[in-house]
């Protein structure tokens, strides 16, 4: 028999999922034969698996040895890749807002590249706000994702309630996301709407002007702050969330992002040296959110990347660039 306390990270979560984050290579179906059996408790009593823990609750369950970690014994690991500093825009008790530089990754991938959840989950250990040696199954976690490529603005959140409201916040559409970008030429202004398929093969994405089977409806819009030359500054405020939406978007309306190497013109790109899409998450906007959800206090709220780098390299650009517009 194991027991576990629920801790801070555990309140409200469903006890099934509990089970999953402390125990190893346990079939579903065997965790589902051991709640009807008996043999997972709660404070003493039976239990379903939508049981919703509360903070300071027993968990015992009466399962083999061979599906726990062993204690004491710490699984070999190659040595964490050195992290990043974080550049925090806004931090609070609950959560972050994380800049992303381009080129760093969100998330840890085959490359064991540095990335930005370890560096931010390594900032807060570092604060003492995070033991991962104490926590049974949260680790600091990302609620929403940029490109590689990408620079701007990453939701980070310290506990599971945090995690579980921002999502909240994001799947109800409560936070307006804000993007600057730089386009070969300008882009007509107005909300765009159109199709988009993403091939998991090549990880790119088709724009189609028709709903047809297996595309999805994006809403993107565009503003043209200023146009100089062979290029535009605008902002864009994406009312869907598809994957690579913004840049395969603009490139469908004939003025890609710059330095775009999937979607972009190449001559443009080569000619500015860009290796990099010019684009950056700068302004996240709150709606009004219900007082049910723990960060209600967001409502209204906007964090913002303040003088953003994009701009500067829109003046850089722009000082040097024909008059002329290239197609």
Partial sequence: MKSF???????????????????????????YKAFRNKRIKVN?????????????????????????????????ATPPRRQPPVTVIYEDANFAVLYKP????CHSDRTGDANLVDAFA???EAKGEYDPHAEQRFAPALCNRLDRGTEGL???????????????????????KEYLTITVGAPPAGRHIAWLQHSEKNNKVRIHARQCDGYKQIIT????????????????????????????????????????IKYGN????ERTGLKT??????????????????????????IKLDDPAIVKKFDALTKTAPHKTEE
């Fill in 266 to 269: 190449r001559k443009m790109n």
């Fill in 44 to 76: 003493g009593k039976r239990a379903e698996p939508d049981t919703r823990l509360k903070t300071g609750d027993l968990i015992e369950m009466y399962i083999n040895d061979e599906f726990f970690p062993p204690e004491g014994v710490k699984p070999k």
């Fill in 154 to 176: 990453v939701l980070a959140a310290k506990s599971y309630t945090a995690l579980r409201d921002l999502n909240a916040i994001i799947r109800d559409d409560l936070m307006k």
């Fill in 5 to 31: 306390t629920a801790g801070a990270n555990e309140n409200d979560v469903r006890l099934s999922r509990f089970v999953e984050g402390v125990t190893k290579d346990m079939p579903r179906s065997m965790m």
């Fill in 102 to 105: 381009a080129h760093l990754l």
């Fill in 277 to 302: 899409q010019a684009l950056c998450a700068q302004r996240l906007t709150f709606g009004r959110i219900p007082e049910e959800n723990t960060l209600h206090y967001l409502s209204g709220r906007v």
């Fill in 122 to 124: 390594a900032y807060l």
């Fill in 221 to 260: 819009d565009v503003t043209v702050i200023r146009q100089n030359g062979p290029f535009a500054l605008c902002r864009i405020g994406l009312i869907t969330g598809r994957t690579h939406q913004i840049r395969a978007h603009l490139a469908y309306l004939g003025h890609p992002v710059l330095g775009d």
